[in-house]
């Protein structure tokens, strides 16, 4: 059953942007909260960016003040917009939701390149 249907990533060069989508089956707001997350190779899956129903918003420090994360409700659909993107950066993104204190299964993510 997929849970997330997520889009936008890409290859872009370093500085450049990427607009991130995330569509859910599940309303956005029945859950604790709609998140980002990243692997980057080699590297254990961390979280980027979360956003509660009542839109408290809290960005991992490394992109803080570059990223954004945004909601559109009648589309259950978690939007991370990238700008200033670092080759750092470069990972699968995957969304995800917790909802009484568990995550749902993962999707297929989204590949993001920075490279020049």
């Known amino acids: 059953q997929v849970q997330f249907v997520e889009s936008g990533g890409g290859l872009v060069q370093p500085g450049g942007s990427l607009r991130l989508s995330c569509s859910t089956s599940?309303?956005?707001?029945?859950?604790?909260?709609m998140a980002w997350y990243r692997q980057a190779p080699g590297k254990q899956r961390e979280l980027v960016a979360r956003?509660?129903?009542?839109?408290?918003?809290m960005y991992s420090d490394a992109v803080k003040g570059r990223f954004t994360i945004s909601r559109v409700n009648a589309k259950n659909t978690v939007i991370l917009q990238m700008n200033s993107l670092k080759p750092e950066d470069t990972a699968v993104y995957y969304c995800?939701?917790?909802?009484?204190?568990?995550?749902?299964?993962w999707g297929q993510g989204t590949q993001v390149t920075v490279s020049s």
């Open positions: 956003i509660t129903p009542v839109g408290n918003i």
């Open positions: 599940r309303s956005i707001f029945s859950v604790d909260f």
């Open positions: 995800n939701y917790r909802l009484a204190g568990r995550l749902a299964d």
